[in-house]
Protein backbone atom coordinates (compact mmCIF):
# COMPACT_ATOMS: atom_id res chain seq x y z
CA UNK A 1 0.00 0.00 0.00
CA UNK A 2 1.96 3.28 -0.81
CA UNK A 3 1.11 6.38 1.34
CA UNK A 4 -0.89 9.03 0.22
CA UNK A 5 2.29 11.19 0.43
CA UNK A 6 3.87 8.84 -2.11
CA UNK A 7 1.44 8.78 -4.68
CA UNK A 8 2.41 9.93 -7.91
CA UNK A 9 5.74 9.68 -7.03
CA UNK A 10 8.24 7.74 -9.50
CA UNK A 11 9.32 5.45 -7.21
CA UNK A 12 12.54 3.25 -6.65
CA UNK A 13 12.21 -0.31 -7.74
CA UNK A 14 13.21 -1.84 -4.18
CA UNK A 15 10.85 0.48 -2.65
CA UNK A 16 8.26 -0.59 -4.85
CA UNK A 17 8.69 -3.71 -3.59
CA UNK A 18 9.25 -2.98 -0.02
CA UNK A 19 5.92 -1.06 -0.18
CA UNK A 20 4.25 -4.23 -1.43
CA UNK A 21 5.54 -6.21 1.76
CA UNK A 22 4.05 -3.95 4.27
CA UNK A 23 1.94 -5.60 7.12
CA UNK A 24 4.15 -9.22 7.23
CA UNK A 25 4.24 -10.47 10.32
CA UNK A 26 6.41 -12.45 12.06
CA UNK A 27 5.25 -15.03 14.32
CA UNK A 28 6.30 -14.99 17.88
CA UNK A 29 7.46 -18.32 19.34
CA UNK A 30 8.24 -21.47 17.76
CA UNK A 31 6.63 -20.88 14.38
CA UNK A 32 7.78 -19.26 12.01
CA UNK A 33 6.15 -16.50 9.16
CA UNK A 34 7.07 -19.18 5.52
CA UNK A 35 7.76 -15.78 3.82
CA UNK A 36 10.49 -14.41 5.77
CA UNK A 37 12.24 -17.59 5.84
CA UNK A 38 11.53 -17.97 2.18
CA UNK A 39 13.75 -14.83 1.41
CA UNK A 40 16.72 -16.29 3.86
CA UNK A 41 16.72 -19.02 1.31
CA UNK A 42 16.70 -17.09 -1.71
CA UNK A 43 19.90 -15.32 -0.48
CA UNK A 44 20.89 -18.30 0.27
CA UNK A 45 20.98 -18.31 4.58
CA UNK A 46 18.69 -20.45 5.53
CA UNK A 47 21.51 -22.37 7.04
CA UNK A 48 22.24 -19.39 9.46
CA UNK A 49 18.19 -17.75 9.51
CA UNK A 50 16.32 -20.65 10.76
CA UNK A 51 13.69 -18.64 12.61
CA UNK A 52 11.80 -15.37 12.59
CA UNK A 53 12.56 -14.20 16.01
CA UNK A 54 16.33 -13.32 15.16
CA UNK A 55 16.57 -9.92 13.93
CA UNK A 56 15.37 -9.60 10.38
CA UNK A 57 15.88 -6.21 8.96
CA UNK A 58 18.75 -6.79 7.06
CA UNK A 59 16.98 -9.79 5.44
CA UNK A 60 14.78 -7.69 4.49
CA UNK A 61 16.22 -4.97 2.85
CA UNK A 62 18.56 -7.27 1.14
CA UNK A 63 15.68 -9.42 -0.56
CA UNK A 64 14.04 -5.83 -1.75
CA UNK A 65 17.29 -5.17 -3.37
CA UNK A 66 18.32 -8.01 -4.79
CA UNK A 67 14.61 -8.52 -6.16
CA UNK A 68 14.79 -5.03 -7.56
CA UNK A 69 18.57 -5.78 -9.23
CA UNK A 70 20.46 -3.73 -7.47
CA UNK A 71 24.07 -4.79 -6.40
CA UNK A 72 24.98 -6.23 -2.87
CA UNK A 73 27.90 -6.02 -1.42
CA UNK A 74 30.14 -9.49 -1.08
CA UNK A 75 30.31 -10.26 2.84
CA UNK A 76 32.99 -12.60 3.99
CA UNK A 77 30.36 -13.52 6.53
CA UNK A 78 26.96 -14.89 5.23
CA UNK A 79 25.91 -13.46 8.92
CA UNK A 80 26.85 -9.50 7.95
CA UNK A 81 24.06 -10.22 5.51
CA UNK A 82 21.73 -9.78 8.65
CA UNK A 83 24.08 -7.03 10.49
CA UNK A 84 22.68 -3.59 9.60
CA UNK A 85 25.75 -1.52 10.56
CA UNK A 86 27.73 -3.63 7.92
CA UNK A 87 25.51 -1.91 5.23
CA UNK A 88 27.15 1.19 5.82
CA UNK A 89 29.66 1.08 3.19
CA UNK A 90 27.39 0.25 0.09
CA UNK A 91 26.39 2.26 -2.45
CA UNK A 92 26.34 6.23 -2.86
CA UNK A 93 26.71 8.30 0.28
CA UNK A 94 24.07 10.99 1.06
CA UNK A 95 23.95 14.18 2.79
CA UNK A 96 21.78 14.22 5.63
CA UNK A 97 20.30 17.01 3.73
CA UNK A 98 20.20 15.53 0.44
CA UNK A 99 17.92 12.03 2.19
CA UNK A 100 15.28 11.10 -0.11
CA UNK A 101 12.45 8.54 -1.06
CA UNK A 102 14.12 5.14 -1.42
CA UNK A 103 17.29 6.18 -0.08
CA UNK A 104 19.02 3.36 2.49
CA UNK A 105 18.60 4.73 6.04
CA UNK A 106 20.93 3.23 8.71
CA UNK A 107 20.71 3.54 12.73
CA UNK A 108 22.58 2.66 15.50
CA UNK A 109 19.90 1.22 18.32
CA UNK A 110 20.87 0.04 21.94
CA UNK A 111 21.52 -3.50 21.00
CA UNK A 112 22.92 -3.00 17.15
CA UNK A 113 21.80 -1.56 14.32
CA UNK A 114 18.44 -0.86 12.08
CA UNK A 115 18.10 -0.46 8.25
CA UNK A 116 15.48 0.96 6.15
CA UNK A 117 13.90 2.74 3.46
CA UNK A 118 13.36 6.44 3.61
CA UNK A 119 10.10 7.16 2.34
CA UNK A 120 9.74 11.08 4.08
CA UNK A 121 10.72 13.36 6.92
CA UNK A 122 9.97 15.48 10.00
CA UNK A 123 12.22 18.52 11.09
CA UNK A 124 14.05 15.79 13.43
CA UNK A 125 12.89 11.99 12.35
CA UNK A 126 12.65 9.63 8.94
CA UNK A 127 9.97 7.87 8.38
CA UNK A 128 10.96 4.48 7.37
CA UNK A 129 9.71 1.69 5.36
CA UNK A 130 11.74 -1.42 7.35
CA UNK A 131 11.36 -4.85 8.01
CA UNK A 132 11.51 -5.95 12.16
CA UNK A 133 9.64 -2.83 13.06
CA UNK A 134 7.41 -3.69 15.73
CA UNK A 135 7.52 -7.55 14.50
CA UNK A 136 6.32 -6.48 10.78
CA UNK A 137 7.06 -4.76 7.60
CA UNK A 138 6.25 -0.99 8.65
CA UNK A 139 6.82 2.67 8.40
CA UNK A 140 8.35 4.17 11.54
CA UNK A 141 9.26 7.41 12.73
CA UNK A 142 12.78 6.98 13.83
CA UNK A 143 15.03 10.24 15.11
CA UNK A 144 17.35 11.66 12.89
CA UNK A 145 19.99 11.81 15.71
CA UNK A 146 20.20 7.79 15.10
CA UNK A 147 21.03 7.61 11.34
CA UNK A 148 24.66 7.11 11.45
CA UNK A 149 24.57 6.33 7.51
CA UNK A 150 22.52 7.48 3.91
CA UNK A 151 23.24 5.08 0.91
CA UNK A 152 21.81 5.13 -2.17
CA UNK A 153 21.98 3.03 -5.27
CA UNK A 154 23.04 4.64 -8.86
CA UNK A 155 19.43 5.31 -10.88
CA UNK A 156 18.92 5.54 -14.14
CA UNK A 157 16.70 8.52 -15.37
CA UNK A 158 14.74 8.48 -11.78
CA UNK A 159 14.36 11.80 -10.33
CA UNK A 160 15.28 11.53 -6.35
CA UNK A 161 12.50 13.94 -4.09
CA UNK A 162 12.17 14.39 -0.73
CA UNK A 163 8.96 14.23 1.16
CA UNK A 164 8.72 16.53 4.85
CA UNK A 165 5.37 15.61 6.99
CA UNK A 166 5.06 16.69 10.57
CA UNK A 167 5.60 14.26 13.32
CA UNK A 168 3.61 11.61 14.36
CA UNK A 169 4.71 12.16 17.22
CA UNK A 170 5.92 8.35 18.69
CA UNK A 171 9.38 7.92 17.51
CA UNK A 172 10.41 4.19 17.39
CA UNK A 173 13.30 3.71 20.16
CA UNK A 174 14.22 0.28 19.34
CA UNK A 175 13.27 -1.96 15.90
CA UNK A 176 13.39 -5.67 17.30
Given at each position: MIPKYLEGKDLPKHLQIALDFQGITEIVGSKSNPLILSWAKELGLSDIYTNDDTAWCGLFFAICAKSAGRELPIFKDKYDYLRALKYCGIWLPVMTKDASVGDVLIFQRPSGGHIGFYVAESLTSYFVLGGNQGNSVSISEIAKSR??????????????????????????????
Open positions: CVAIRRPKYDNLKVVAVHLGSGGKLSENEA
